[in-house]
């Protein structure tokens, strides 16, 4: 049966009440521009490459079932967890794999027609260049801001100045100054290539549930009588020994 650790976790922090989540929100926020990488929070859902689902071909589901080309196991797990439905990061998970390491499965099998080309270019051109087929203009060509002329103008420049005898620039570097690219979306794409090398175990059981993260005032009044009882009984059982010491002495 399919387990969606990720939903799993994710519902369990959606039932925190609002005022934790709001801080939770700030808080991340907050980590997320200090990495420049604050556009990440304009991208849309569907052009998320780890929330997408992807889609078996004929190709794929013939493969699958008849291994017709003996690939590694660890594939065949992947498309099998694509057959059922999983997301990319919910493969990642269920794998114990980076998604640097999903993203590669990924490319391999859209080549080899295992798999559908995601309808969304940012998604299709972020799984490219976290799995280092993609360069980076490639990456901004693939997501359809730049053409192929544009990447190839700024490859010419870079060029130029990199035979200069100068100081030697960077292609990112050579986009901003081309005004093609903003340096905050080179940084981003740079810091979610290196991220992607990070494996990740998320635990859903460990996530503060409702129940667990705060308690109604009549709950709350209960839990302290409880406490006071038994406190009570204790400093009564004292007293019954203090009072056969007592006795005893006597």
């Known amino acids: 049966m399919k387990k969606n650790i990720f939903d799993l976790y994710m519902n369990k922090l959606l039932e925190l009440p609002l005022w934790i989540k709001q801080a939770i929100y700030v808080k991340l926020k907050e980590d997320i521009k200090k990495r420049n990488c604050a556009k990440i929070l304009e991208i849309k859902e569907e052009d998320l490459f780890a929330l ?12 699958l079932t008849q291994k017709n080309c003996g690939l590694d196991v660890n594939m065949y797990s992947f498309l099998n967890l694509c057959n059922a439905d999983y997301s990319i990061l919910e493969i990642a998970l269920s794998m114990y794999l980076t998604m640097e390491e999903v993203a590669k499965y990924f490319i391999f099998c859209v080549e080899q027609k295992y798999l559908e080309r995601p309808e969304s270019d940012e998604a299709y051109a972020m799984a490219g260049f976290i799995s280092g087929k993609f360069k980076t203009g490639e990456y901004f060509m693939h997501n359809q801001k730049l053409s192929f002329n544009q990447v190839q103008s700024a490859l010419t420049e870079q060029s130029r100045i990199n035979s200069s005898g100068g100081t030697r620039l960077k292609y990112a ?32 059981t460990s996530a503060p549930t409702a129940s667990r993260a705060y308690m109604s005032l009549e709950e709350k009044s209960s839990e302290e009588v409880e406490k006071l009882k038994e406190e009570n009984k204790m400093l009564k059982e004292k007293l019954v020994q203090l009072l056969k010491i007592v006795r005893k002495d006597v």
């Open 52 to 63: 997408y689902k992807p889609i078996l071909t004929y190709n794929g589901r013939t493969e």
């Open 173 to 204: 570097q050579i986009l901003d100054s081309m005004n093609l690219i903003d340096k905050n979306d080179t940084e981003m794409i740079f810091t979610l290539q290196e991220e992607a090398k990070k494996r990740f175990i998320l635990d859903y």
